[in-house]
């Protein structure tokens, strides 16, 4: 069978990686590679791959089999597990499945009912002397299913209606056990909506002003100036079309200051009442915000006083403590704190300030990193000529998108590296340049007019680039497997490994949508006005 040989072909090259194998009565032996033996290797292979002889994988040892299965694809390890009753056992085994889930998602999948037809099912036991499978490999396969809905197109489309004003920002809870939530602020109100089935409304509150709102593990949170406010959406419990007007808090507290409100404040109905009487409340002055981790940031971008130290507010959700207070390292104007594109607990400080000279405007911009987990300064400083839209980072090399160019950066010499001009003539919404660009490892994929292109940022060398017939507003990752290309005209799902279009997204999708690539690949969610579709997959 050409399928089986292919595979064979795979695991042969793993053995040639992990050490010498030589076929003794038509079944392998395997012992590692010494540096003497390379040239007896190199005779032997050549030999033997020159004809594909049975073999007794059950024979090998545990620490082979760990090493050919990290050069499989999950469809090339499923092959092999049906070669036959041997092999089935030799890889029903959890360590070789566990490494190709995503560990968040799985859960979910074993307990949320499959909605999109046709539904997940396990495979017939064909007899009574094979062994079950092993939970991991079931795990896989509930997940693989859900890919395959992605590469098929079949999915549900639902949509929420705010019927209020513009949504400002939004957040999304997914439990394991399956109860989930988005929560949505507008001018005058944040909602709550249960959307694990047909959505409905479980809870709407007053606003203090625009708020910002996020969902962090199984927490929601809403913070307004320097007001935050957190609950668990699952003390909601309200029944379908009967909506809450007041919500019960896990805690509340001002943000630049060091301690919660008392216990006696448990719902946003006795925050309200705080606030008209505390002199703490600061509605005159704005903050931004963000979570990173279970990590909460508040900060004032323009302090109320002129050429200062913006300080930085860091509050731990799950213990609700303030657990540190920062100062930007220099006097500035304003400054502009954001996460990046990068798996590591860092943040970026961008502080400027501007001056008139000879009747110029002059901007004096630094760029900062700072380490959530340590609480400091990594020590890294650089100037550069203007604002930062994006970042991102990976082994050690940051990468900044500025309006007309990318600048790299190596974080641990402290040194520029090069910059990446583009020659952008485009009118003003034409794309959206925060959006525009995402890291995966360490491949910088970057839109621009009707291109997209790819390049590694540890040589700053393009890898591939093609183009499209239209140009281009956003892009955003899926977890590493998918990415959708967006336009004025058009949303399109493209297949990151294979660079082929997969399907394209409803015309729902394509009138000013904001997509949240950060949700889960069960759902795919995007905001315009005072609507929200949401896209089921599982």
């Given amino acids: 069978d050409s399928a089986v040989r292919v595979r064979y072909s795979a695991i042969l090259y793993a053995l040639k990686m992990t050490g010498e194998t030589k076929v003794c009565s038509g079944v392998l032996e395997h012992r590692k590679l010494s540096v003497t033996s390379a040239e007896d290797w190199t005779r032997e292979w050549k030999k033997f791959k020159s004809s594909l002889f049975t073999m007794d994988i059950t024979r090998l040892p545990i620490y082979v089999l760990e090493d050919i299965t990290y050069y499989l694809h ?34 979910y999948l074993a307990t949320v009912e499959n909605l999109v037809k046709p539904h997940f099912q396990l495979p017939p036991q064909d007899s009574d002397t094979l062994e079950d499978l092993c939970e991991w490999r079931i795990r896989f396969m509930r997940q693989a299913h859900l890919m395959r809905n992605w590469y098929c197109a079949r999915y549900s489309l639902q949509t929420i209606y705010t019927y209020d004003s513009s949504i400002s920002h939004s957040g999304h809870v997914l439990h394991d056990t399956g109860d989930h939530w988005l929560v949505l602020s507008t001018r005058s109100k944040t909602q709550v909506w249960n959307i694990q089935n047909v959505p409905y409304m479980e809870a709407a509150v007053v606003n203090y002003g625009e708020s910002f709102v996020a969902g962090v593990g199984p927490l929601m949170l809403r913070a307004s100036h320097n007001l935050l406010e957190v609950f668990k959406p699952d003390d909601l419990l309200a029944p379908q079309n009967n909506p809450k007007f007041d919500i019960k808090l896990t805690f509340a507290c001002f943000i630049n200051t060091g301690e919660k409100f008392p216990e006696t404040v448990e719902t946003t109905s006795d925050v309200t009442k705080v606030i008209a009487k505390s002199h703490d409340y600061d509605f005159k002055n704005p903050f931004d915000y963000f979570t990173i981790g279970n990590i909460f940031v508040g900060y004032q971008p323009a302090p109320s006083r002129l050429w200062s130290r913006p300080k930085i507010y860091f509050w731990d959700l799950t213990t609700g403590l303030k657990v540190h207070e920062e100062t930007v390292p220099r006097i500035c104007s304003s400054c502009i ?124 060398e393009t890898v591939f680039t093609f183009d499209v017939n239209y140009i281009i507003y956003s892009l ?63």
């Fill in 74 to 107: 999950g469809c090339d390890l499923a092959a092999c597990a049906a070669v036959c009753y041997f092999w089935r056992e030799a890889f029903n085994d959890d360590f070789f499945w566990q490494r190709l889930c995503y560990r968040d998602i799985v859960p």
């Fill in 337 to 460: 704190i954001k996460k990046g594109d990068t798996t590591k607990p860092m943040i970026l400080i961008y502080a400027f300030k501007s001056s008139t000279f000879k009747n110029r405007n002059i901007r004096l911009s630094h760029i900062y990193l700072y380490n959530i987990k340590t609480m400091k300064y990594t020590g890294f400083h650089a100037d550069i000529p203007s604002k930062v839209l994006w970042w991102g980072m990976a082994r050690d090399i940051l990468v900044t998108r500025q309006e007309r160019a990318f600048h790299f950066f190596d974080i641990i010499a402290g040194t520029f590296l090069s910059v990446k001009d583009m020659d952008l003539k485009m009118n003003v919404g034409e794309s959206d340049l925060e959006h525009s660009q995402f890291l995966l490892r360490t491949h910088l994929y970057y839109a621009y007019k009707y291109h997209l292109q790819v390049m590694d940022i540890e040589t700053q």
């Fill in 476 to 538: 955003h990752n899926i977890r590493g497997k998918f990415m959708i290309i967006s336009s004025k005209s058009c949303s399109e799902v493209w297949d990151i490994e294979d660079n082929e279009l997969v399907f394209r997204l409803p015309y729902l999708f394509i009138t000013d949508f904001r997509i949240d690539s950060k949700a889960s690949p069960m759902r795919l969610l995007a905001q315009s006005q005072n609507e929200v579709s949401i896209i089921n997959f599982w």
